[in-house]
C-alpha cells in the first residue's frame, strides 16, 4: 500500500479506536483491490476503480448521499452502495476531527445504476433510526449573471463572458416578456465543465465586477431536472417558450390544431409560455417539429417536450444541513417588473390578519364551530376531495391547486434580511417543480414580512394570483 492510501485511512483514527478503523479500511481496500486517497476535505475511494480503461462515465451516474452518520465509513458504506452496480468512485467528505461531514458522493459506471440506487437506497434505514437520503448529483456548469443591460444581444453577451472567463461554451438569453427586442435583464453561461464555470464565479462573485460599466450579480444556476428516457417516451405535452403576453390558449390551440384538427386536448398559460396538452404523443411529436420557430401575434416560439416531475427524484431536503447538490437554489436578480409581473392590475392582499382584508380565494363558506356529540359517526377523507372554498390558508389551497393539476408540491424556500432597525425580516420563494423550467421560475412578493407564517401564507397568495387561479 502507498503513502497516499496510509494517510487516507488515517484520517479517521481519531473517531474509532485507529486500529479498529485502519483495519476495517485496509481489508475493504484489499478485498475490492481500490485504492483510497484523502484531498481537499474529502477520501475518495477509486475514481477509477481497478482495471478500468477508458474516460470516467458520463453525466448523471453520480448520486448524492446525505444524512450519513458522522462516525460511519467507508467499510460500512461501500457494501451497501455496491448493491446497485458497480462503484466508479465513492467520496465521502470529512472534516478535520476524523469524523464525516454526514454526506457523499457515489459515481457509479452507468446511469441505470444510479438510477437504481436512487430507488433502492433513498430513506434506506442504515443504522437502526438513522435514514439516509439519495438524489441525483449533476455537475452544475452554468452561471447565472443578473444585472445586464436589457439592450444586449446574445452574441454581445457571449463575447464579453469568453472575455472576461475562460471556457465558455454558450450563453441563454431570454427575451423580455414585453418587448421581445430586450433581454430580461439576465442571463445563462454554459461553460465546458464545472471547474471552468466554479473559476469564473470565483472571479466574478465578489460583487464589484462590471460588465458594460454594471455591477454584475453571479451565482449558480438550477440545474436543469433529469429526466429519465422512457419516461420521455411517454410524453406528449409540449412546452411553448417566448409568446407574447397578449396570446390567448385559445389562440394556442388554434395554431397548434392547424397541422391536425382535433389534435390538442387543451393548453395552460402562464405569463409568456405555456403547456400544450395533446390525446396522443405521435401528434406532440410532430407538432413540435412543425411549430418551433414558428411566429404566433409575431413573436417567434420555441417548441419542447414538457419535462414531467419524478416526485420520488424531487428529494429536496437539508441533509445534516448540507443542501442537496442538485437544489442549489438562488434568487434572481432581474429587474424588479420582470421579476413580480403585475399582469393581474392589483397587489396580492396580506393575510385577514395582517390588514383586515381576506385573502384572495374562492366564496368563503361560513366558519364557524359545530358541537361534536359523543357517537357522531365520522368517515375519514382525503383534503383532495374538498372543495376550494374549504381552504381558508393560501398555503393549504396552492397545495390542493398542484395536487389537483397532478403537480408536485410546492417548493419553498426562505431567505432574510435584517432592516435598517436591525429587525429579521423573511420572504419565501416558491418553485413549482411541473413548471419549473418556464420563464416564470419561481414565485416571490416583493413584500418581506417578521414572522415565518406571514412569509409563508404572503408567498403563497402571491403565487395563486400569479398561477391565475380562480
Known amino acids: 500500500m502507498n503513502e497516499e492510501n496510509i494517510d487516507g485511512i488515517n484520517g479517521c483514527s481519531k473517531v474509532r479506536t ?7 479500511l485496509l481489508a475493504l481496500m484489499e478485498k475490492t483491490g481500490y485504492n483510497m486517497v484523502q484531498e481537499n476535505g474529502q477520501r475518495k ?22 444524512k450519513i452518520p458522522r462516525d460511519m465509513y467507508e467499510d460500512e458504506l461501500v457494501p451497501v452502495f455496491e448493491r446497485a452496480g458497480k462503484i466508479y468512485e465513492f467520496r465521502l467528505m470529512m472534516e478535520f476531527s476524523g469524523e464525516n461531514r454526514g454526506y457523499a458522493f457515489v459515481m457509479y459506471t452507468t446511469k441505470e445504476e444510479a438510477q437504481l440506487a436512487i ?11 438513522k435514514f439516509i437520503g439519495v438524489c441525483v448529483s449533476l455537475d452544475n456548469c452554468r452561471l447565472f449573471i443578473g444585472a445586464i443591460p436589457k439592450e444586449k444581444k446574445k452574441e454581445e453577451i457571449l463575447d464579453e463572458m469568453k472575455k472576461v472567463t475562460e ?8 427575451p423580455s416578456a414585453t418587448d421581445k427586442t430586450k433581454n430580461r435583464g439576465f442571463a445563462f453561461v454554459e461553460y465546458e465543465s464545472h471547474r471552468a464555470a466554479a473559476m469564473a464565479r470565483r472571479k466574478l462573485i465578489p460583487g464589484t465586477f462590471q460588465l458594460w460599466g454594471h455591477t454584475i450579480q453571479v451565482d449558480w444556476a438550477d440545474p436543469e431536472k433529469e429526466v429519465d428516457e422512457e419516461t420521455m417516451q411517454r410524453v406528449k405535452v409540449l412546452y411553448v417558450r417566448n409568446l407574447m403576453i397578449s396570446t390567448t390558449e385559445e389562440t394556442i390551440k388554434a395554431e397548434f390544431n392547424k397541422f391536425k ?15 400544450v396538452h395533446f390525446f396522443n404523443r405521435e401528434d406532440a411529436v410532430a407538432a413540435m417539429s412543425v411549430m418551433n420557430g414558428k411566429c404566433i401575434d409575431g413573436a417567434s416560439i420555441e417548441v419542447t417536450l414538457a419535462k414531467p416531475v419524478n416526485k420520488e427524484s424531487t428529494w429536496r431536503q437539508h441533509l445534516n444541513g448540507q443542501i442537496s447538490p442538485n437544489s442549489e437554489n438562488l434568487i434572481v436578480f432581474a429587474n424588479k417588473e420582470e421579476s413580480h409581473p403585475k399582469t393581474l392590475g392589483k397587489p396580492p392582499t396580506l393575510p385577514a390578519r395582517l390588514n383586515g382584508q381576506h385573502s384572495p380565494s374562492p366564496p368563503e363558506i361560513e366558519r364557524c364551530t359545530y358541537p361534536f356529540f359523543p357517537g357522531t359517526k365520522l368517515t375519514p377523507i382525503s383534503m383532495y376531495s374538498l372543495k376550494s372554498n374549504h381552504f381558508n390558508s393560501a398555503v393549504m389551497h396552492l397545495d390542493y391547486y398542484c395536487n389537483k393539476n397532478n403537480w408536485a408540491p410546492p417548493e419553498y424556500y426562505l431567505y432574510s434580511t435584517t432592516s435598517q432597525d436591525g429587525k429579521v425580516l423573511l420572504v419565501y420563494k416558491i418553485v413549482i417543480p411541473a413548471i419549473a423550467n418556464g420563464s416564470q421560475s419561481y414565485f416571490m412578493p416583493d413584500k418581506l414580512c417578521t414572522t415565518l407564517e ?17
Open 167 to 174: 471556457g465558455v461554451v454558450d450563453v441563454i438569453v431570454y
Open 454 to 470: 406571514d412569509a409563508k401564507e404572503l408567498a403563497a397568495q402571491f403565487t395563486l394570483l400569479h398561477l391565475g387561479t380562480d
Open 261 to 275: 384538427p382535433g389534435a390538442v386536448e387543451r393548453v395552460k398559460k402562464l405569463r409568456d409560455y405555456a403547456f
Open 119 to 129: 430507488r433502492i437506497l433513498n430513506n434506506y434505514e442504515i443504522r437502526p433510526g
Open 18 to 24: 485507529g486500529t479498529q478503523n485502519e483495519a476495517a
Open 45 to 66: 475511494f477509486g475514481g477509477p476503480p481497478p482495471g478500468w480503461e477508458g474516460p470516467p462515465p458520463p453525466r448523471g451516474c453520480e448520486v448524492f448521499v446525505g
